[in-house]
């Protein structure tokens, strides 16, 4: 079964400083890759999503994130954080053939002025 | 994009009475949905899979007589807290999925429900 750890549950920067999320996944097969952030009270919302092709994801709201099989990693990237980005994070991964989303705990993200 | 509705966005009810909230997908058709629960500052613990016009997928440890979700159709799934009490109160997700794995998750935007 598929699988993602997330390590360190808060993550503060600088506002203007880079942002970086870490991401590993384990699968039995290729997997599809997603972040999403979720802001107080509300849903998830999708940020970026790997499925096939390029591994370098470019997504909303200045992210990116890397696919790179040999780490069986999906790092999240934003180069300059603004004080909007303060919120909670959440990779995830699914299977080709797999109903299931299987989640990361998350990182909460702090941005300091 | 793929945009789904949940309804009601909060809602706070007597110990003891039932609570159902509703999640639409408004742009496109559900094969799949799920529900999840979220406790404070914690990730999202999947409670059932639910396929339209059929019966629904109960992760172990959910009590599926407490939860009932109903998927009538490929656009409106619902779950119902029956009898609801305190340990009940949590903020519940739904999400949607169209027909291809890679279509990704689409979620709505949760409830937050407070039993009294």
């Known amino acids: 079964a598929q699988s993602v750890t997330q390590l360190g549950s808060h993550v503060s920067v600088s506002e203007g400083a880079l942002v970086l999320l870490r991401c590993n996944y384990s699968s039995s097969v290729p997997p599809y890759l997603f972040w999403y952030v979720q802001y107080p009270n509300q849903g998830l919302q999708l940020l970026l999503k790997y499925t096939t092709g390029a591994t370098l994801v470019k997504g909303i709201n200045g992210f990116e994130a890397e696919f790179k099989k040999s780490e069986t990693s999906f790092h999240l990237t934003k180069p300059s954080a603004h004080m909007s980005d303060a919120a909670e994070y959440f990779c995830a991964v699914s299977e080709k053939g797999n109903n299931r989303l299987a989640f990361g705990k998350g990182n909460q993200v702090v941005v300091i002025p | 994009g793929a945009v789904v509705s949940q309804h009601p966005s909060r809602v706070i009810c007597k110990s003891g009475t039932s609570v159902k909230i509703e999640c639409r997908s408004l742009?496109?058709?559900?094969?799949?949905m799920f529900w999840y629960r979220q406790f404070p500052k914690q990730s999202l613990m999947l409670m059932a899979t639910?396929?339209?016009?059929?019966?629904?997928?109960?992760e172990q440890g959910v009590e599926k007589d407490k939860f009932l979700i109903n998927h009538a159709s490929l656009t409106l799934s619902t779950l119902t807290v029956t009898s609801a009490h305190p340990e009940d109160s949590s903020f519940y997700i739904c999400?949607?999925?169209?027909?291809?794995?890679?279509?990704?998750?689409?979620f709505g935007s949760g409830t937050r429900l407070t039993v009294v």
């Open positions: 639910s396929n339209e016009g059929s019966k629904a997928t109960y």
């Open positions: 742009d496109f058709q559900a094969t799949t």
């Open positions: 999400s949607a999925r169209g027909g291809r794995p890679a279509d990704g998750y689409t």
